[in-house]
């Protein structure tokens, strides 16, 4: 399966309404989305 990494780079992170709209995309797609800061790692549907 192909791989995709993509970074955000923003001081003040990935706050509620965006990372709110970054689950209802992501769950539109069959595929594992995962989002890690630092040594953490979610699922990120």
């Known amino acids: 399966m192909p791989e995709k990494t993509v970074a955000i ?3 003040l992170g990935l706050h509620a309404r ?3 709209q970054f689950v209802r995309v992501s769950t539109q797609f069959e595929c ?3 989002v890690s800061w630092r040594d953490i790692e979610v ?3």
């Open 9 to 11: 780079n923003n001081e």
């Open 43 to 45: 699922d990120g549907k």
């Open 32 to 34: 594992d989305i995962f």
């Open 18 to 20: 965006a990372a709110a």
